[in-house]
């Protein structure tokens, strides 16, 4: 039931974490994307100006004095312009490359298009009009020579904005993951080791509870116990060892080992007989590396289990065997 609470626990401070750096990161994109589109609009409005500068507009003759008031002359001047061009370049590719140019000079070397709305009639620069759909549509530049329909043109430019640029241009944005990456592995990191510690303290405490629950089976008489020296005494049954207030238990293979090494003890066990009569292998002539490896394995566990008990210790005769040598403890 603990365990179970202290992962909500966790899951919750995950979510929380991970919600947080979606809100702030989702608000510095759209920050950025918006700035970036902004930073577009100028470099439209600005390739605008630059198409009328470049177009003669004394090629249209109007009268200013039609309409004394509404559009400046200025105003009237520009829609000249525009019509003018509109009329003669339908498809306004000087437009599209004059904006392309000023995307460029502006570091956004990016897709775009540029479109014309006059006389109830869209003019677009790009043939595939599907890219309209999907780009961004810059706010529009209109210009008017009265207040009719037919009076009045629009030009509006479009950029494709890709999710990479955007997040290309946020400032800091690794130093950002990195350090929601961070919070993230405290956070996990703290419960794993928290469950690692709590499980190697746990296992201690089963290991005492068992060796508690040994101790006065040590003083039971039904316990066939072998003196092999004044201080050690062997239980061949349980496999039990002990040695002053010392205990250790032998199980398995290395408790077979353990009777063998002590029925030839003085003798040196070959790692045939090991092979055979402990771990239970067919060996017809020589052993083989695969026997003698396990062989090895089981030595080693034993000597492990053997460590606290000082007196005893297991001498290794390379290329023949092993005896087991068993001093007078203190």
Known sequence: ????????????????????????????????????????????????????????????????????????????????????????????????????????????????????????????????TSFYQIASALPPVFYRFDDSPAGRIEMRGYLQLPVGVVLKNMEGLYWRISFWLLLLAIVIGGYVLRRYLGYKLGLKQRKDTVMEKHSPLVQRSMREWTDLSSHICFDRNSGMLCYGEKTVVLTGNPLKLFCLLLDNSGCVVKYKDIASKVIKRKVTNEISKSDKDVVFATVKSLRNSLQEISPISIETFMGKGYKLEIKEGE
Do not use: W
């Not at 000023?102 to 070397?109: N, Q």
């Open 1 to 128: 039931m603990k365990s179970i609470q202290e992962i909500r626990i966790v899951a919750v401070a995950c979510v929380i974490i991970i919600s947080a750096f979606v809100f702030i990161a989702g608000r510095s994109y759209m920050h950025e994307r918006e700035s970036l589109l902004s930073s577009a609009s100028q470099a439209f409005d600005e390739a605008v100006s630059t198409d009328n500068m470049m177009q003669a507009s004394s090629s249209i003759r109007y009268d200013s004095c039609r309409s004394l008031n509404g559009p400046s002359v200025e105003e009237k001047m520009f829609f000249c312009n525009q019509a003018y061009i509109t009329e003669h370049d339908s498809t306004r590719q000087s437009l599209d490359c004059i904006f392309h140019a000023m995307l460029v000079k502006e570091h956004m070397p990016l897709p775009s298009a540029v479109s014309v709305s006059y006389k109830n009639k869209i003019r677009y620069s790009c043939k595939d």
